[in-house]
């Protein structure tokens, strides 16, 4: 690494009690960059005092921060065409370590799984019963109804090694399998719930309920109902039939909503720090209309 007698001489001031001069190392550091995390977790190993190591982790979890904003902001701007790619970054925010090829194998494994049994000639529920045996039955996954609001529950590396998650993570890996497979199940931004919609392209222009033949609930073992379905849920809740209820919606908006349950999960827990980093990171993708 280039100036890496810089980066030393940078590394053993951080335990200065002058805070001017914190202040400077931690500029500099902070310009460095993902380059000097390795150095500074090093650092934080050899050394045995607890300021010098809380002003470790404060530093590499602000590039780590950094880093996060930077991908999210460049998937926005390149058109938010990857949903997966959106909630790995997400993930990042928590789990910057993480192995994602690991997860990405994982969801292949899954996708797989269904196309071996996978026909041409199957109807769209046929299709949708065959998704919802491999992910429920063989795989095991299904809602986290006992500790709904844990914020766990959104990040994509947790749901899939606890096989339990939210209305929204489950709907993205049931949507990112079906779309592995030309199979067109699209997410929908339903207030107080998340669920998905099977699609007929051909219909999807010019069809009041843009093409959706039927929808489904990833939440509950991918039951299938339909649209008077969901005019009774909004009647409940005493809201207004919007088209919005009804049609897919965009990548960046289930994204934003992934951010939007972190926001109240870390609200609920206390932790304001991580709100206002969540916040920072919604405000990203504010750029599109709701």
Not at 58 to 87: C, P, T
Not at 132 to 142: C, D
Not at 205 to 219: P, S, W
């Amino acid at each position: 690494m280039e100036n890496i007698g810089e980066i030393s001489a940078l590394v053993k001031l951080l335990d200065d009690p002058d805070e001017e001069v914190y202040g400077h190392v931690e500029k500099k550091l902070l310009e460095y960059g993902n380059e000097v995390v390795d150095y500074l977790e090093n650092a934080w190993e050899q050394s045995f005092d607890a300021l010098m190591q809380q002003r470790i982790e404060n530093i590499v979890h602000r590039i780590q921060f950094n880093s996060v904003k930077e991908d999210l902001n460049l998937w926005y701007m390149s058109g938010a065409f990857d949903l997966l790619q959106g909630a790995l970054i997400v993930n990042r925010y928590q789990y910057p370590d993480l192995d994602e090829q690991k997860l990405i194998f994982q969801i292949e494994e899954m996708k797989r799984d269904i196309w071996v049994n996978l026909q041409y000639e199957m109807s769209s529920i046929e299709k949708v019963k065959l998704i919802n045996h491999v992910l429920y039955n063989q795989h095991g996954f299904g809602g986290n109804t006992k500790n709904h609001h844990d914020p766990q529950n959104s990040y994509i590396s947790q749901v899939l090694e606890s096989k339990k998650g939210n209305q929204i993570s489950l709907a993205i890996i049931y949507s990112t399998l079906a779309q592995k497979l030309d199979i067109p199940i699209y997410g929908i931004n339903l207030p107080q719930h998340f669920i998905l919609g099977y699609v007929d392209e051909t219909k999807r222009e010019h069809e009041q309920e843009f093409g959706v033949l039927f929808y489904i609930n990833a939440f509950n073992k991918g039951n299938i109902f339909g649209k008077h379905d969901v005019d009774q849920f909004l009647r409940q809740l005493n809201l207004d039939p919007l088209p919005g209820y009804y049609r897919p919606c965009s990548n960046t908006e289930i994204i934003r909503r992934v951010l939007r349950n972190l926001i109240s999960a870390y609200e609920n827990a206390g932790a304001p720090d991580k709100v206002k980093e969540l916040q920072e990171l919604q405000h990203i993708l504010t750029g599109e209309t709701e």
